[in-house]
């Protein structure tokens, strides 16, 4: 209640400061990331001060018992919450033989907790390798502090499959509409069977090398290690600058950590930039270039492999180079921000 009350102070000065209800909201998260009062309590509070009320208190409502919410309730309805988070306010209502109305006021206003949906993440991370992140991202924090260029003769690259047919996001599906038309509808659909998978790496300047897979072919160790002679000779010819010392960076996939794949790096004297475990959120591919590749392609029937191929290696010559310049920035404050977060993932998946 206390936190409550602290809030609705907050949105007070804020309506004197004349800030709009959607300039308090965003204030009132930022300041209370876990116990913010929900968007609908914000927005009502700072109506509620725009129209000239003075009292953060809660006014007395007729017909409520002011036992309703006593000591012995609130305990009541904590215990409960705590053997089921997923409860619903009804179901505790029925449970506690209280009305609907007094619980929703308990939980909300005395325990000052919200319904919030569970956050996806790629993979629930262990202590341990929370840890390796940090390990990691600290380390290549360390090099590039000890040298500004580093990043500059670095090539990453990944792999990923490419649909004849990818549906939009409902984000890029959105229309501006006045009140009275009709919402648009569309029809539910789902990625396509035909898919091909590209292969790119890139540095700080652009695109470096990219290829498509054969149908049928798995990437596998020994095929890797052939796309790699392919990079190198490719590197040689377009960036003959840093032909001599570059360095691969590529993720922890059994294919790029192989025995067959580290004995040639090995042999062609290319060092490799350690990649933390389940990282995508500090891997450049999957952070940058993928989702920059395929949301223009969203949406689109490309009926054949070929269309895709095409369409893909359009879409990443459409990359301007500051992009890339940007995303390797990117990387390096990704690298600080997990170290932050304590090896946690820091970002919506």
Known sequence: MQRSLEQRYAIKFC??????????????????????LARSGVFRWHQAFLEGREEVADEDRAGRPATSTNTDNVTRVR???????????????QMLNLSKSVVHDIVTEHLNMRKVCAKMVPKVLTDDQKL???????ENLNMCESDPQFLNNVITGDESWIFEYDPETKRQSSEWHTPASPRPKKGRMSKSKVKTMLIVFFDIKGIVHHEFVPPGQTVNAKFYV?????LKRRVNRVRQDIAADWKLHHDNAPAHTAFLVNSYLTKA???????????????PPDFFLFPCLKRPMKGKHFETTEGIQAACTSALKAIPENAFRDAFNAWKSRWQRCIDAEGAYFESF
């Open 15 to 36: 309506v004197k400061l004349g800030k709009s209800a959607t300039e308090t909201f965003d204030m009132i998260k930022q300041a209370y990331p876990d116990v913010a």
């Open 79 to 93: 215990k409960v919450l705590n053997s089921d988070r997923r409860l619903s306010i009804r179901l505790i209502a």
């Open 132 to 138: 390796r992140r940090v390990e990691v991202c600290q």
């Open 226 to 230: 052939e796309v790699l002679k392919r």
């Open 269 to 283: 004297g290319i060092p490799t930039l350690p990649q933390p475990p389940y990282s995508p959120d500090v891997a």
